[in-house]
């Protein structure tokens, strides 16, 4: 994997979750994938489990957004930070959490491995702005 395929595959894995197509979810995991929603999880295992636990309780589209980035890639493994927003009906931010990824990928790009480290902010710096790491051209 590199910075590229990695970005490819975290801009996948926002718009799978926008479209909470099952499919779609689980073409982004290995069929012996683990997935943790905090360190400390039992992992759910294969990719379908993985879908059936995010449509669980979906997220409703255009209630949030999101973005993330590779921090550091080498080899198979990964690690991403951004962001991730929920939104009143007004469109003003309701909650905002910080979020670290921490990956490995199999052979075909898909994920094998994911634990998610998030917190949430405090209200008073929902609007505190978080700079994007840089991507590197080539």
Do not use: K
């Not at 197509?21 to 994938?33: G, H, K, P, Q």
């Not at 921090?71 to 469109?91: I, L, Q």
């Not at 994920?111 to 008073?124: G, H, K, L, M, Y």
């Amino acid at each position: 994997m590199d910075r590229r395929s990695v970005q490819a595959w975290l801009d996948r894995y926002i718009d799978t979750w926008r479209s909470g197509d099952a499919a779609e979810i689980a073409a982004l995991f290995s069929r012996d994938a683990e997935y943790r929603y905090h360190p400390s999880d039992d992992p759910i295992r294969g990719p379908e489990q993985i879908a059936a636990s995010w449509l669980e309780t979906p997220d409703e589209p255009g209630t949030w957004d999101a973005w993330y980035r590779p921090f550091v890639v080498e080899g198979e493994r990964a690690v991403a930070t951004g962001v991730s927003t929920y939104f009143h009906p007004d469109g003003s931010a309701d909650r905002v959490y910080d979020n670290v990824f921490v990956m490995t990928f199999d052979t075909q790009g898909r994920c094998s491995e994911f634990t998610e480290w998030f917190v949430q902010r405090p209200s008073d710096r929902l609007d505190a702005a978080v700079p994007e790491p840089l991507i590197p051209e080539g």
